[in-house]
């Protein structure tokens, strides 16, 4: 096998031509709010702080994350050449586990973050230290590298047998794993215990710290000082519920009984408008970073 062909979504006339339409004004907004909340958390002094560096590698990531696959998307759903190469496939599949872990541990490192502010304020310059949020941040951009390599490498050695016609929009493992013509049992409980371990390590943290963040946001006497707090966290928790109800349903079980449809909707959802509605949360949910955005236009 040295090309595959990607199917997309069965789109024909008027529809695909809107369909194609709504998906590049999506990645143009995806593209435009995630830059707009790096340039901005990196140049404003006022948003240089733990919460805001994890903001932008998040950011960076999306936009990462959305050109690895709405293009060529793009690409196969208005030209009649809907191939890639084997080279390429594999490229995608790497970047796609990559940022996907990365973003995982981003938002465990975000939670942390929130946990020291609340949890801890007096401490918390010594706690989310400059030191510390970098080598946070790196451990996450480097945690899925050798999951990525490993995997990769691995189902492109596989035997594909000459089927080469992928029923998806981007090429991902399980619609991979259907043209594999070996024996893939082994391969699908390593994925699934990888997996499991990326999902679980943040998802842990994300829980443990929410858990502590609510006995001391209780703790506090008035109300307005409760939710003074609580919204704080609300973007946040927003955006952990977005990602792991779509992202989760599709990787936890590769080889699931989803049908061919559903599993392409579900995966439009995380591919292409979670990235979009990240930065949309953040920036109305938070009045610092609205503020930036004002300053920076007046500029």
Same mark, same amino acid.
């Given at each position: 096998?040295?090309?595959?062909?990607?199917?997309?979504?069965?789109?024909?006339?008027?529809?695909? %031509?809107?369909?194609?339409? %709504?998906?590049?004004?999506?990645?143009?907004?995806?593209?435009?709010?995630?830059?707009?909340?790096?340039?901005?958390?990196?140049?404003?002094?006022?948003?240089? *702080?733990?919460?805001?560096?994890?903001?932008?590698?998040?950011?960076?990531?999306?936009?990462?994350?959305? &050109?690895?696959?709405?293009?060529?998307?793009?690409?196969?759903?208005?030209?009649?050449?809907?191939?890639?190469?084997?080279?390429?496939?594999?490229?995608?599949?790497?970047?796609?586990?990559? &940022?996907?872990? /990365?973003?995982?541990?981003?938002?465990?490192?975000?939670?942390?973050?929130?946990?020291?502010?609340? /949890?801890?304020?007096?401490?918390?310059?010594?706690?989310?230290?400059?030191?510390? /949020?970098?080598?946070?941040?790196?451990?996450?951009?480097?945690?899925?590298?050798?999951?990525?390599?490993?995997?990769?490498?691995?189902?492109? *050695?596989?035997?594909? /047998?000459?089927?080469?016609?992928?029923?998806?929009?981007?090429?991902?493992?399980?619609?991979? &794993?259907?043209?594999?013509?070996?024996?893939?049992?082994?391969?699908?409980?390593?994925?699934?215990?990888?997996?499991?371990?990326?999902?679980?390590?943040? !998802?842990?943290?994300?829980?443990?710290?929410?858990?502590?963040?609510?006995?001391?946001?209780?703790?506090?006497?008035?109300?307005?000082?409760?939710?003074?707090?609580?919204?704080?966290?609300?973007?946040?928790?927003?955006?952990?519920?977005? !990602?792991?109800? *779509?992202?989760?349903?599709?990787?936890?079980?590769?080889?699931?009984?989803?049908?061919?449809? *559903?599993?392409?909707?579900?995966?439009?959802?995380?591919?292409?408008?979670?990235?979009? &509605?990240?930065?949309?949360?953040?920036?109305?949910?938070?009045?610092?970073?609205?503020?930036?955005?004002?300053?920076?236009?007046?500029?």
């Amino acid at each position: 096998t040295t090309h595959f062909l990607l199917l997309g979504f069965g789109f024909q006339g008027k529809m695909q %031509l809107l369909f194609s339409t %709504l998906i590049s004004v999506m990645f143009l907004a995806t593209l435009v709010g995630n830059s707009l909340i790096a340039v901005v958390t990196a140049t404003d002094p006022l948003l240089h *702080t733990p919460m805001y560096y994890f903001l932008r590698n998040l950011a960076l990531t999306e936009i990462c994350y959305s &050109l690895s696959i709405v293009p060529k998307m793009l690409m196969i759903q208005l030209g009649e050449r809907k191939m890639i190469s084997f080279t390429a496939c594999a490229l995608q599949l790497n970047c796609v586990i990559l &940022l996907v872990t /990365c973003e995982c541990f981003l938002l465990g490192a975000m939670a942390y973050d929130r946990q020291a502010a609340i /949890c801890h304020p007096l401490h918390y310059g010594t706690v989310m230290s400059s030191d510390r /949020c970098f080598r946070m941040a790196l451990g996450s951009w480097l945690s899925g590298v050798p999951v990525a390599l490993g995997f990769t490498t691995w189902l492109f *050695t596989l035997p594909f /047998c000459g089927r080469n016609r992928i029923d998806h929009f981007f090429c991902d493992v399980s619609p991979l &794993l259907k043209l594999v013509c070996a024996d893939t049992a082994l391969f699908e409980i390593l994925a699934f215990i990888a997996t499991v371990i990326i999902v679980m390590i943040p !998802f842990s943290l994300i829980a443990t710290s929410y858990l502590c963040i609510v006995h001391a946001v209780l703790q506090i006497p008035s109300a307005a000082g409760q939710r003074r707090a609580f919204s704080t966290c609300a973007s946040h928790l927003v955006v952990v519920t977005l !990602f792991y109800s *779509t992202a989760g349903i599709i990787h936890l079980r590769p080889k699931s009984n989803l049908s061919s449809s *559903t599993r392409k909707m579900v995966s439009l959802s995380y591919t292409v408008i979670t990235p979009m &509605l990240n930065p949309i949360i953040y920036t109305l949910r938070n009045r610092e970073v609205k503020q930036s955005l004002r300053r920076h236009l007046h500029k």
